[in-house]
């Protein structure tokens, strides 16, 4: 079991990293996209909207093949959904195929997200499970990282930068393929998901509907603003305070590194004050550095105030312990995947709309309002259940009899 843990946790973490590089990669070639193209803010925009949007598709059908038919086959269907038609960008003839396959290819990259946190939630102790699923999810910003390593060398490439990034998804495949065990728990449950297929109506009803709809409401608020402020944020540094593409790289990297150190010891913190204190503290902590970056002018500044924004977004790393401890087993993929990723659907419109707020007032405007999102997420995530160490069992055994598994 406990050589288990660690193979779910470096797999994981894998997987994730390469969900991470294809959806920061194309926040990164935006500019390359839209002058190859001849496309305009509110086009580049929906770009992202369209991934966004697919990746709210994935909480429902992710969750249910994760919940009905394993772990295992959902991740490895997810990885092998994003890699090819990531891939296939390489050969992508207009704007309306681009959005079509990125809206496909959000469909694999929303559904790891709901299988990596049940892994996590179901193989580690309630007492580590904070900082496991915290340091899985820190993949992100290692993958944002590594996006601008990949962008610095292929760009203005980016159609060969596409085709090399989703064909290299088959590391992912073939470690899960090779390595992972199906969830114990999963299998524990078997019985009851073969007689009574788990969907979102169990989670939208009885006891989870309000948890259910809260946790949404929290993830939808936190992930608007994260979306709308992370996407533009390179062409915000570019266009509003002028630096080269080759200092966005370096700026962007160096922000990931800050996301990295703060999703892990976000995540350590968690697991001694409790994951719902720990993701308010984070919430208000972004919500406050975000004005100050946003309004900054001096270039030494930005440089190390964007660790600062990036260390406080690790409540995106708590999200995976906090909502999997929500819900029981046989539901657990489809409820913490229907709250963030149906979160990460509405969104969707955050990165067009910042766009529209963009071209009225300037980015920095808009960088703004994406922090009232966040302060409103910290206000919701306070209407949710405490979990934690010893709240975690207790939560979940007594959601487990009322969902009648």
């Known amino acids: 079991m406990r050589s288990t843990r660690w193979i779910v946790l470096g797999g994981c973490f894998l997987a994730y990293l390469f969900d991470a590089l294809e959806i920061v990669l194309l926040s990164l070639s935006l500019p390359a996209i839209r002058h190859d193209m001849g496309l305009t803010a509110t086009q580049a925009g929906l770009l992202a909207t369209a991934t966004l949007l697919g990746i709210g598709v994935s909480s429902v059908a992710g969750g249910y093949v994760a919940d009905n038919f394993g772990r295992k086959k959902a991740l490895i269907a997810s990885l092998v959904i994003f890699g090819v038609f990531t891939a296939a960008l390489a050969v992508v003839p207009n704007f309306t195929v681009f959005l079509i396959l990125r809206f496909l290819a959000g469909i694999g990259l929303g559904a790891v997200w709901s299988v990596v946190s049940a892994y996590v939630v179901e193989t580690w102790p309630p007492r580590h499970r904070g900082r496991a699923a915290a340091f899985v999810i820190s993949a992100f910003p290692a993958g944002g990282a590594l996006a601008a390593v990949v962008s610095g060398y292929f760009l203005p490439d980016w159609r060969l930068m596409f085709l090399v990034a989703g064909t290299a998804v088959v590391i992912p495949v073939l470690v899960v393929l090779v390595f992972f065990r199906e969830s114990a728990d999963w299998i524990a449950h078997k019985v009851q998901r073969t007689e009574h297929a788990v969907t979102v109506r169990n989670v939208l009803s009885g006891s989870l509907r309000r948890t259910t709809l809260l946790g949404t409401l929290m993830a939808a608020l936190a992930l608007t603003g994260y979306w709308g402020a992370t996407t533009w ?11 080269p593409a080759g ?9 990931n590194v800050g996301m990295f150190l703060g999703y892990n010891g976000f995540g350590f913190l968690a697991d001694r004050i409790g994951r719902r204190r720990t993701i308010v503290l984070t919430l208000l902590g972004v919500a406050l550095s975000l004005p100050v970056y946003a309004f900054t002018t001096d270039q030494t500044a930005l440089l190390w105030l964007g660790p600062l924004f990036g260390a406080f977004t690790a409540f995106f790393g708590i999200f995976g312990s906090y909502l999997g401890e929500l819900f029981p087993t046989k539901a657990r993929a489809t409820g913490a995947g229907f709250c963030f990723n149906v979160g990460r659907g509405v969104s969707a419109f955050a990165p067009f709309g910042l766009a529209g707020i963009a071209g009225a007032v300037g980015f920095s405007a808009g960088l703004l309002v994406c922090a009232g999102f966040f302060g409103l997420a910290a206000l919701s995530t306070l209407l949710l259940p405490r979990t934690g160490v010893h709240e975690a069992d207790t939560a979940t055994d007594r959601r487990e009899v009322e969902a009648g598994a």
């Open 233 to 243: 944020l390179p062409t915000y540094l570019t266009a509003e305070r002028g630096l």
């Open 247 to 255: 200092d966005v790289a370096l700026f962007v990297t160096i922000l």
